[in-house]
C-alpha cells in the first residue's frame, strides 16, 4: 500500500507499527447543524481507505470523536462558539443539538454506506484524560497559564509548521485583520488548552479543573481521546485539508510534547468539494446536505459513486449536471449487473486472481478509486468472463466500494397502492398542463415521500423505488 503523506509531502509506501492491527484516527464531525456533502466526501474517502487496508489483509482499528463541546467560528480560539450559536438559534439546549444532529450525521453515514469506525467517543465524555495531559504539558513548560487559561507555547516545540508546510512570517502577512487578537497569548498562534476565562462568560458546559471551572480547547479533544484509545503511538490519522492547519498541526504539537517522541506516522487529507462558488461550507448559510440530494430524487450512493470517480487529493466540483451524469452512468451499471444471471458456469480461479490482482493495484496506488471503478467495468463487460465468475467478482470488489452492486432485488408493490401512484401522476400531468407547477412540485414531493421517485421521459412520467425504500 502506498499513500500520500502529509508531513513528509511524498507518496510513500505504509507500513504498520504493528502488524496485528493498524491503528486509525478520524476526525469526526462538530454536531451543531447537518453534514454537507462536502463534509461527507471526507467520510467516503476515510472509508474507501479502511475497507482498502482491510481487504489487502490488514486488521484496522478505527477511532473517531464527536465534537460536542463547541468548535469556534474561528480556529485561532475567537469568534462565536458554533454549538452555542446553534442551540440559540433552534431555541435548544446545547445537548439537545448534539444528540439530534449525531444521529442525523449516523443516518447520513448510513445511507452512504460508510462503515461505522470501531470507537466512537463524545468530547464531552474524555475531561479527565484532557485535563490530565495539560497538567503533564504545564509540568514539563510547554504550557502556560494567563489570566485563568491555559495556552500551549509553540515557541517551545521543534518544527511545530512541519504539517502544513508554513512559517510564521506567512501567518502573519497573510493575517486578516479583522481577527480578534488574544491578549493573555505570549505569541498571537499559541492555542488554548483550557478556558476558564473567555468572552463566553455563560458557556453551556463547564467543569472543574485544576485551573478553575471551565472547558477544554477544541484541539486537545482529538489528541486525548487518540492517546486513550491508542496509547503512544498512532498509524494513520485523516481528515479535510482544512484539518491541516491548525487542527492538526497542534494535535501534533501537544501530543508529541506530551508524550516525548513521533507520534503518529502518516497524516492523509481529502480535498474540497467546491461548488461553482467555491468551497462548500456551513457559514454560507445555504448549503447542500444529503437529505436535500434525496429530496430531488438522487440515490444517495449515486453521490458516493461520484466521489469515487475523483482521486481524493483532488479538488472535486459540484454540480447536478455532474451528479447527473455519475447517476446514468450508475444506473447503467446496476442495469448491467441486473442482466449477469446465476448459472451452472465454474468460476475461474485464474481470472479471478488477475482481475484481483489489478484491482488491488488501483488502491494501493494512493487510493486510485477511479481507476478501482475502470476494473469494475472491464470485468462486468468483459467476453472473457462467465457470469459466476463476474458476479464473485463485483461482489468482491463491493466489499471496498460499497454501491450496493448486487442488490438487485424487484419490489412488488400492492395492486392499489399502483392505481394511487398511476391516479397522482396523471394529476401532476394535468397540472403541469395547465401550468400550475406549485401543485406539480407537492404531488412530486408527496410522492417521493411515499417513496416514489417519477421522472419525465419522452414516453411520458414513469416512476421507480426510491433505492433507501429497497434498504428498508
Not at 480556529?75 to 443539538?97: C, F, N, P, R, Y
Not at 468572552?199 to 467543569?207: I, P, R, S, T
Request: charged residues 30%; aromatic residues 12%; contains cysteine.
Amino acid at each position: 500500500m502506498k499513500i500520500y503523506n502529509t508531513l513528509t509531502k511524498k507518496v510513500e509506501e505504509f507500513i504498520p507499527i504493528d502488524k496485528n492491527e493498524v491503528k486509525m484516527y478520524t476526525c469526526g464531525p462538530t454536531v451543531y447543524n447537518y453534514a454537507h456533502v462536502g463534509n461527507l466526501r471526507t467520510y467516503i474517502f476515510e472509508d474507501i481507505f479502511e475497507k482498502t487496508l482491510n481487504y489487502i489483509g490488514y486488521n484496522v482499528r478505527r477511532v473517531m470523536n464527536i465534537t460536542d463541546i463547541g468548535h469556534l467560528t474561528s480556529d485561532a480560539d475567537t469568534g462565536e462558539d458554533k454549538m452555542v450559536e446553534s442551540a440559540k438559534k433552534e431555541g435548544k439546549s446545547v445537548l439537545e443539538i448534539a444528540a439530534f444532529y449525531t444521529d442525523a450525521f449516523f443516518n447520513d453515514i448510513a445511507k452512504l454506506n460508510i462503515k461505522k469506525p470501531a470507537v466512537i467517543e463524545k468530547a464531552t465524555d474524555l475531561i479527565d484524560e484532557y485535563t490530565k495531559i495539560i497538567s503533564v504539558l504545564l509540568d514539563k513548560g510547554f504550557a502556560y497559564i494567563s489570566n485563568g487559561n491555559v495556552y500551549f507555547d509553540i515557541a517551545k516545540t521543534n518544527d511545530y509548521y512541519k504539517l502544513s508546510g508554513r512559517n510564521e512570517e506567512d501567518l502573519i502577512v497573510g493575517a486578516r485583520s479583522d481577527v480578534e487578537e488574544d491578549k493573555n497569548k505570549r505569541n498571537p498562534f499559541d492555542f488554548v488548552l483550557w478556558f476558564t476565562s473567555s468572552k463566553f462568560e455563560n458557556q453551556a458546559l463547564k467543569w472543574d479543573s485544576p485551573w478553575g471551572t471551565g472547558y477544554p480547547g477544541w484541539h486537545i479533544e482529538c489528541s486525548g481521546i487518540s492517546l486513550k484509545h491508542f496509547g503512544e503511538y498512532l498509524d494513520i490519522h485523516c481528515g479535510g485539508v482544512d484539518n491541516i492547519f491548525p487542527h492538526h498541526t497542534n494535535e501534533i504539537a501537544q501530543s508529541e510534547a506530551y508524550v516525548g517522541h513521533r507520534w503518529c506516522n502518516y497524516w492523509v487529507h481529502g480535498e474540497h468539494l467546491n461548488d461553482q462558488s467555491g468551497k462548500m461550507s456551513k457559514s454560507k448559510g445555504d448549503f447542500l446536505t444529503l437529505s436535500l440530494l434525496e429530496s430531488k430524487g438522487y440515490n444517495p450512493l449515486v453521490y458516493r459513486f461520484f466521489c469515487l470517480g475523483s482521486h481524493y487529493r483532488n479538488q472535486l466540483v459540484f454540480s447536478y449536471e455532474s451528479l447527473d451524469t455519475a447517476s446514468s452512468s450508475y444506473e447503467k451499471l446496476l442495469n448491467r449487473i441486473k442482466s449477469i444471471k446465476k448459472d451452472e458456469s465454474i468460476i475461474d480461479e485464474e481470472k479471478v486472481e488477475m482481475y484481483t490482482i489489478k484491482f488491488k493495484s488501483a488502491l494501493e496506488d494512493d487510493l486510485n478509486t477511479a481507476n478501482a471503478l475502470t476494473i469494475l467495468f472491464e470485468v462486468v463487460k468483459s467476453d472473457e468472463l462467465n457470469n459466476n465468475t463476474k458476479l464473485f467478482l463485483i461482489e468482491d470488489f463491493d466489499r471496498v466500494l460499497s454501491l450496493d452492486l448486487l442488490k438487485n432485488e424487484e419490489i412488488v408493490l400492492d395492486s392499489e397502492l399502483v392505481k394511487k401512484i398511476e391516479q397522482m401522476i396523471k394529476e401532476r400531468d394535468e397540472a403541469k398542463a395547465e401550468k400550475n407547477y406549485t401543485k406539480a412540485d407537492e404531488i412530486r414531493n408527496e410522492l417521493l415521500s411515499m417513496g416514489i421517485i417519477i421522472k419525465d421521459s419522452r414516453e411520458g412520467t414513469i416512476y421507480e423505488i426510491k433505492e433507501s425504500e429497497k434498504w428498508n
